[in-house]
């Protein structure tokens, strides 16, 4: 009788384990996307369908941050930490493929450039942990397509390091500035790209309006985007987790063709043409997978994560400039001298009409689109404003997978709030730092919407405050009505902004 109890209890067991089997884990991260360039929030000429329906089936982030550009925001949801940290502005220098590959320095020379600099490099500490190797933790295949680790110039080796099974895209961010490299990397198997043979990989295509298509035969993300789709096909019956940080829609403007719905837009310059052509087709590349999953019978059992690494920049005209008496097209001014500017004669408003774009502290520098869907679990067209950001991803991967993060981490889970059960952890404050001292430098925001940011460039010790829960547009400046609220602030940005990582 004893006997048949405890087999009871096996299939018991076994019957929960396989009800409660951890999702696949796909995020997507869009390069220099601001939310206004999304028609789920408000966007007029560029109609994104795809994406939308992520936000309209899942749940929409109000409170979510990246960094002021792309490598630190790559660090923190590398590393779990946010980048005030020692480290989160420690990226090497790109180009250095570009320089050989264009005969403008030798074989022996790069090499000699190569390893010096793989020396120089930011130390990664022997018991660091990298996201990558919390899914491999959480027994996920791991694999990442695109723009390949956190910047600038990386290699098999340290790739591998970061914990991912599998990749395919750039070791360069410089390279991936253009659309149409010569080679891509594999596994560490270099190959080629029929009918590329720009070593810029035709970074320069918006200098002289070139035509569409004119930086080679073989569009990088068109070729991304099919091994995206063929690993989620091989890996269909193994749980994995895929991370998708495509270069779209980050300049240099590169599109094989322009889309129908602008070709005869009389609203639109030709660059504009092109770049909205870009924002489509990451659009379509997201309608891709969300299909494929839903044909091979995953799309239950897959979360997918959406969002971008910083705010809005508008490769496709100068409307921002971080300048002051900026004239514009109609031959009025506006002032930048509180170094916040705003999208003046931007056609699309990119940035939502937020202060600042990309390289910014201000709003529209690094608050970003998050949208999470997964059917059954989160409740359609949710939304929340809990105070969160890409750091935070490590600790919802380990949640999801049943595994722990590594003690030192600056990450918290949000996946309660996705489930709709409380969230018990939550960040008194998030930091975001930023070295280039204009367009609004470093900057604090604590749980209760108060925003101290670092303005005044290289004098320093100049602050603005806000508060974005009550005041997203940063229109009211408060520092003078709540100067204690300010040297509060003050002492944590202080206290975290080249803080040692903590001790792991």
Request: net charge negative; aromatic share 12%.
């Amino acid at each position: 009788m004893k006997k048949k109890w405890v087999l009871w209890a096996i299939l018991i067991a076994a019957g929960l384990a396989s009800a409660v089997t951890k999702p696949n884990v796909i995020l997507i991260m869009a390069d220099d996307l601001g939310s206004g360039m999304l028609s789920c929030y408000g966007q007029k000429i560029v109609k994104t369908p795809n994406i939308d329906r992520l936000a309209a089936e899942g749940m929409r982030f109000n409170n979510y941050y990246g960094s002021t550009y792309c490598a630190p925001s790559r660090w923190t949801l590398s590393t779990g930490m946010h980048d005030g940290r020692i480290g989160g502005w420690g990226s090497n220098k790109a180009g250095l493929p570009i320089l050989r590959d264009s005969g403008k320095i030798t074989e022996e020379e790069y090499q000699k450039r190569f390893a010096q600099m793989k020396k120089d490099a930011f130390p990664i500490a022997e018991n660091e942990v990298f996201l990558g190797q919390i899914g491999q933790k959480a027994g996920y295949k791991t694999a990442q397509f695109g723009k390949l680790d956190n910047g600038f110039l990386t290699w098999h080796e340290r790739v591998k390091r970061y914990g991912w099974d599998d990749y395919d895209g750039f070791y360069d961010h410089q390279r991936c500035h253009g659309y149409y490299p010569p080679y891509l990397w594999h596994n560490g198997e270099r190959y080629e790209l029929p009918g590329n043979t720009d070593p810029a990989c035709g970074k320069y295509l918006e200098v002289d309006d070139l035509p569409a298509g004119s930086g080679g035969e073989t569009h990088s993300q068109i070729l991304m985007i099919g091994k995206v789709l063929e690993y989620i096909r091989e890996h269909k019956d193994t749980p994995f987790f895929l991370y998708h940080p495509t270069q779209l829609p980050h300049g240099e403007i590169g599109i094989p063709e322009v889309h129908p719905d602008f070709v005869n837009d009389k609203r639109l310059t030709y660059e504009e043409k092109k770049y909205a052509s870009m924002v489509k087709m990451l659009d379509d590349h997201v309608g891709l997978i969300m299909t494929e999953l839903k044909e091979l019978g995953m799309d239950e059992n897959t979360i997918v994560f959406f969002t971008a690494d910083n705010g809005h920049c508008a490769y496709y005209s100068d409307v921002y400039t971080g300048f002051k008496n900026q004239k514009l097209d109609d031959g009025t001014t506006f002032d930048l001298g509180d170094n916040k500017w705003r999208s003046h004669g931007d056609v699309f408003n990119g940035g939502g009409g937020l202060a600042g774009a990309k390289r910014s502290g201000f709003q529209g520098g690094i608050l970003c689109p998050m949208f999470v869907r997964w059917p059954g679990k989160i409740k359609p067209g949710t939304e929340t404003d809990l105070l969160s950001t890409h750091y935070d991803f490590m600790a919802t991967l380990a949640d999801l997978g049943g595994v722990s993060v590594p003690n030192g981490k600056d990450s918290i889970s949000y996946l309660p709030t996705l489930l709709g059960e409380p969230q018990k952890q939550k960040h008194d404050f998030i930091v975001i730092q930023n070295k280039r001292f204009y367009m609004g430098s470093s900057t604090v925001i604590d749980s209760k919407g108060w925003k101290l940011i670092e303005v005044g460039g290289k004098a320093r010790d100049q602050y603005q405050l806000y508060n974005i829960l009550d005041d997203k547009m940063e229109t009211k400046e408060l520092s003078s009505e709540y100067p204690e609220k300010v040297e509060a602030l003050k002492k944590t940005l202080y206290r975290e902004v080249g803080s040692e990582r903590p001790d792991l």
